[in-house]
């Protein structure tokens, strides 16, 4: 068990969680007070000692699938001698379909794939979570193909079961069945929560596939080659650009506290520990009124006012998630800043400040950034150097000494004319100027990039490909 | 057990989780096996627990219900920006110290056996981490929305939260006579020390699940039908899904369904649902785009 565990806490860490010698210690512990068998129980003891920000949870319950799949009495895999629960649920699912006269016997092999798929909707229509375990089981043993050895990913047996199982027509289908069973018409209401509830059940027993596929990968291969392949990053270092739909919800998800902390920071940092060199003049000013002693000390404030804060994006695909971020990381913190003034382009550019005055909802304000917008001028394909251009002459005039220009994007200009002199005379005029690039630092200059002839006009370009380093910069800026 | 200071447990306070899970359950409180599992094991190993989640889902509540069903004494320290070591820890009375000292002058008293007087119990005014320390009884100590003290404040909670024992300068260490059960809950606005972390077990209580939710209902809501708090549980689901600026929360929920109840509304209809959502979201923008989910057919 020790050692189990111990290969787990080492994978955790190559995951890039942070666990502490203490925690792994408690974690020891722990595991002495609750059996492996309960274990949803003796899960949440392991993460209530190894982790400590809810943002690493997922990562965190991967690992842990990994290493604890195959412990506990259901999770046996095998036919035959040693029945597990499982396997014994299956046998009374068999029994009921026979007695109702459509079903073969042992295993699914003798089904027909009609009576799978019968037996498949009536346990996902009665969402019994055994149940849907028992056919999860049974549908990979039929359909992967899973043979020991075979050099090919999760994915893709997960893509050979699905689709043997047509798991798209059963929301329709179950839907209909509804219907058919309801006494009287489903108001619209209705409608939508049960097929809610029909699509929540579908994706439950997805997972339970995909949770039986790895504990068949992890038997094969080992938990640490498993794990290894698995290793996913955690949110505030997923990539902007290359994040997958899940990866994006993720990060989503984690934005929003993360700002949260970010602003309650910033708030703090503004209100302690701002004093400057004693204001003399002040001081004795204010000592007047304690008959010439000076009681009451001031001081300068070394800040100037809060900037006013120019950001201009490149919103078209490769960045447009990298733009969206730092917008809304922007706008959640505008109190920040005096003023705080957007403009978007491909290879136009459009001025969508008042998106976000319309509005407290800043996904709102992005959502109508990315419909809404006039940033296509030819072809929508990014101009860097033309978008610049237009921002320079109906807007150059605003720039002035207190403003602080961003300017984002990967500096792709599919070889257009750079008129990188725009910049420049925006570094002339405004207080700064930051390049922020969401591309690794190695791929900057290569191609069409060329964010290095632009940077030359700037106060510095900075890599943002995550959240994490996005968060460093802002942080920084305010 | 004895920890290493030599502060004497109790004896095991639960049997097992599934225990922790029945007996919340008899005061009302539905836990998940998240909930259970932690509770169980901070018993077990003597530690906090760092309770963190959305507002509104319980997380006060859990260390009332733990210390009623564990027949503990609740004390309570509500943190606020700017509390400090004398309103968290102790302070010394100083009115009474100054009194004591007057009426003394002119006996000739000198000054060590006067100080070791004036600094001594009596004059000792206890707050509430001093009173977990010191008490006899069980005791479960709940320290509500740490994350709104300073990080500095914070060092404060060390020596507690991992010895059980306060040090006073004029008195030396206070050990606890019984370990208490201690919750931490936090609303996540700003990131707590690792010092703190590493020292809790960290317990994420999140919305709950379609079905707890339900039980909730239930358990909370005098004479609901089954019916009806199911059907609460699936709408409040559904509107959860949607990108809002706060989702409802559990007491959201209860609201809501307290004002069917009062409405006498048996089953929910759209119509119901939108003149009612009001109770459930808070923000304009939230009401608008809930109401127009509603109404589309897809
Ligand atoms: N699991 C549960 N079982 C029974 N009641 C619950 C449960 N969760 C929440 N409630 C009820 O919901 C309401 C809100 O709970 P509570 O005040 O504990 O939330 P909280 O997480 O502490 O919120 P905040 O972060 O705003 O302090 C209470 O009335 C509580 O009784
Ligand atoms: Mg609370």
Redesign the interface.
Known sequence: MLELLNGFVVELRNAGLPVSLTENLDAMEAVQHIPIEDRDAFKYALGATLIKNHAHWRSFETVFEVYFSLRGPEYKIGDGDDETDIDEMWREMQEQQQQEGNGGQGGMDGMTPEEIAQMLMQALMNGDQGMMRAMAKQSVQRFAGMEPGRPVGGTYYLYRTLRNLDLDGMLDKMMEQSREDAPDDLTSLEERLEKEEYADRIEKFKGEIEAEIRRRLVEDRGAEAMAKTLRKPLPEDVEFMHASRDEMTALKKSLQPLTRKLAARLARKRKHGRKGPLDFRNTVRHSLSYGGVPAEPKFKYPRPAKPELMVVADISGSVAAFARFTLMLVYAISGQFSKVRSFVFIDGLDEVTDYFKATEDITEAIHRVNTEADVVWVDGHSDYGHAFEVFWNQYGKDVGPKTTVLLLGDARNNYHASQSWVVKEIQQKARHVYWLNPEPKSYWNTGDSIVGEYGTHTDGVYECRNLRQLEGFVEKLA | MTTDNGAVADTNRFQN?QGVRDDLKEVNYLAD??I???A??AD??G?P??V??PAGTGKTQLAKSIAEITGSKLIRLQCYEGLDESKALYEWNYKKQLLRIQTERGDNEDWTEMKDDIFSDEFLLTRPLLEAITADEPVVLLIDEVDRV?VETEALLLEILSDYQVSIPELGTITAKQIPLVFLTSN????LS?AL??R?????VDYPE?DREREIVLAKVPDITESLAD?VA??V??IR?L?L?KAPSVSETLDWARTLMILNIDT???QT?KETLNILLK?Q?DIA?ATKE?SV??
């Open positions: 989780v096996d998240g259970a599992g932690v169980f094991l077990r190993l530690k627990i760092l963190e989640g300073e996540n606005t700003r990131e690792e972390k590493r809790c077990l960290y317990l994420h379609l059907q699936r709408i689901r559904s899904q990108d600026k929910i209809d759209e649902a923000y923008t785009k509603l057919d897809d």
